[in-house]
């Protein structure tokens, strides 16, 4: 997956996740959690959402390499 | 209009999911209603046919107005007087306020005086009580409060007695024919309350033992002065307490009369903020108001919980996994068991414990706001269910659609501000519950265990608990109780 391609899905489902969430607002390495107010459930959502989409396997421990959406971006490319 | 809140005064039916003629089944999704804080799917709670749409899309109606009439379909009984119609039915209509202005479901032929108990929908609701006698019934106190505990409207006797005066007998032969009315079972508080205040006991939906109506269902069937007000303003009002299978009166033009055009999309979200502010300010003056809250706290050395999740997670695909807050919220559920007087309603001043556990679950609204809708029988739900509900909760109450029965249900609530990274919060009763569990963050604090220092994680668990229901000792066993429960993460 390129990274243009994993910046597209991030963004679908951050917009899923958060609809009245502003993306435009959040720069590549602000914390997502904070900039866009995600609480626990949230946060599982859009990590189920990543994974509904790409197909990538997202363990547990993993989570703190997905606070930004820089590291998601690299974290999805890098995982296929 | 269902009461979706004890912060609910009125609402907006914004579409209708049924029409006339449609078969509905009991849990049914029959209409959207938009309140002050959320857009609610409203579920039906009878089997029947729906005969007619009392009130159009787009038109604001107090809670207790009669929204739609479902019928057990059956052609003979759509009659004056048809027994066993479920009020409070919503039902399709598609249609604009001003369409619904052109086709009201009774004709003008319709003569308004016969109509017994209807007005037009210009005036404001009936303030007088439905028992009391119109002029020339001859009655006694004795055989009025006969008739107000057998649900019999005198006006509608011919008295036996001396110079036509309404005997006993007369009452209770009344009270067999109409059994449809008499039937309504009903607690006597709810009965006078009924009486004070023009609410007809047989619109009500009784929510007491065996169905019957009590003094809360009464209440939340009440008008206050100044809602009938604002909505009669606004000439869509239906008249409160209209007795069941009278058909309601309506001046054809008066429906949606009242200019109810929808706002455009971005004043309706200004609007809708601005509503939720005022609404959530309204029922936390409330609280504050008559609740005389108490506030503990305990710490929870979470290191048992942890390591269970973890390990639960790492068995788990992605979907399936759980997050610390079901745990929390089962813990909490279950504790309930051992402490009975936190789970329930205030109600007259008086505790009416819930034999079902509703978790409340606060949801944060990102755009501002708290709503706070149920998760049905907590405490029997597995972690796996529990997970699914929640996720599925909160994400409908953030896009704001929830279902009626998640708004005006919950018997308790759970309040996690720990995402937020606080260590603890103390809430406000939400009424008329008796008590809100607050959860801080889950976070690693030394801990001092068997004359050793050591670093766990731990969260901070509160109660903010109502003093008429509990005193300060139970709370802390409900507390304790919640503790002991986290320490045996398996077995929640």
């Known amino acids: 997956m390129t990274d243009d391609e994993a910046l ?57 390499r997905l606070s930004t959406v820089q590291e998601c971006v690299a974290y999805l490319a890098a995982a296929g | ?63 207790g107005s009669v929204l739609a009439r479902v019928g057990p379909g059956e052609a003979a009984t759509v009659g004056a007087r048809a027994p066993a119609r479920a009020e409070a039915a919503p039902v399709e209509a598609a249609r604009a306020p001003a369409k619904a202005a052109r086709a009201p479901a009774i004709p003008a032929q319709a003569p308004v005086e016969a109509a017994s108990g209807a007005l037009p929908a210009t005036a404001a609701p009936p303030q007088r009580p439905p028992t009391l006698p119109p002029k020339g019934v001859i009655t006694s106190p004795v055989i009025r409060h006969v008739a107000r505990t057998l649900g019999v409207d005198l006006s509608t006797i011919v008295g036996s007695g001396a110079g036509g005066a309404v005997t006993r007998a007369d009452v209770e032969g009344a009270a067999r024919v109409a059994p449809a009315r008499a039937s309504v079972r009903s607690s006597p508080l709810a009965r006078r309350l009924a009486a004070e205040t023009g609410v007809d006991l047989a619109s009500v939906k009784g929510t007491g033992p065996g169905g019957a109506v009590v003094e809360r269902d009464v209440r939340l069937g009440v008008p206050s002065p100044q809602e009938g007000d604002r909505v009669a ?19 054809p033009g008066d429906v949606g009369g009242g200019g109810n055009e929808p706002a455009s999309t971005a004043e309706a979200g200004v609007d809708r903020q601005a509503a939720l502010r005022h609404a959530i300010g309204a029922l936390m003056a409330r609280s504050k108001r008559e609740i005389p809250h108490y506030y503990l706290s305990t710490t929870i050395d979470m290191s048992r919980a942890s390591a269970w999740l973890e390990r639960a997670n790492l068995d788990r695909p992605v979907t399936k996994r759980l997050v610390m807050p079901v745990l929390l919220l089962k813990a909490t559920a279950l504790a309930v068991a051992q402490v009975p007087e936190m789970n329930g309603f205030m109600v007259a001043d008086r505790f009416e414990p819930s034999r079902a556990v509703h978790v409340g679950v606060a949801v944060s609204l990102r755009s501002g706001g708290v709503i706070a809708p149920a998760v049905h029988d907590t405490d029997r739900s597995s972690l796996d269910d529990l997970m699914a ?32 990274g606080v260590e603890a919060v103390f809430g406000v009763i939400y009424p008329p519950q008796v008590a809100l569990v607050g959860f801080g963050r889950v976070a690693e604090r030394p801990w001092a265990s068997e004359g050793m220092l050591g670093v766990r994680p731990c969260v901070v668990a509160t109660l903010s608990a109502d003093h008429r229901a509990s005193d300060g000792h139970r709370g802390g066993i409900f507390l304790s109780a919640i503790d002991r429960l986290l320490q045996e993460p398996g077995e929640l």
Do not use: C
Not at chain 2, 29 to 57: L, M, Q, R, W, Y
Not at chain 2, 233 to 250: C, F, H, Q, S, V
Not at chain 2, 399 to 416: A, K, Q
């Open chain 2, 1 to 63: 209009m269902p009461s979706l809140g004890a912060d609910m005064d009125s609402g907006i039916v914004s579409r209708w999911m049924v029409k006339p003629g449609d078969e509905v089944h009991r849990g049914d999704i029959v209409a959207v209603v938009e309140t002050e804080k959320s857009t609610i799917e409203v579920e039906i709670f009878e089997n029947g046919i729906v005969e007619e749409i009392v009130v159009p899309e787009g038109a604001e109606v107090p809670v």
């Open chain 2, 233 to 251: 303003a606004a000439a869509t009002a239906m008249p409160m307490g209209t007795p069941m299978g009278t058909p309601t009166a309506m001046a």
């Open chain 1, 8 to 64: 597209d899905v991030i963004r679908t489902v951050l917009h899923e996740v958060a609809p009245e969430a502003d993306l435009a607002q959040v720069g590549p390495g602000e914390t997502l959690q904070e900039a866009l107010d995600l609480d626990s459930i949230d946060f599982l959502n859009f990590v189920v959402g990543l994974h509904e989409r790409t197909g990538v396997e997202i363990p547990e421990h993993d989570y703190p």
């Open chain 2, 389 to 420: 509900s929640l996720r599925d909760l909160v994400g409908r109450a953030r896009t704001g659609v929830l279902r009626s029965s998640e708004m005006s249900d919950p018997t308790i609530t759970v309040t996690n501000l720990g995402d937020l």
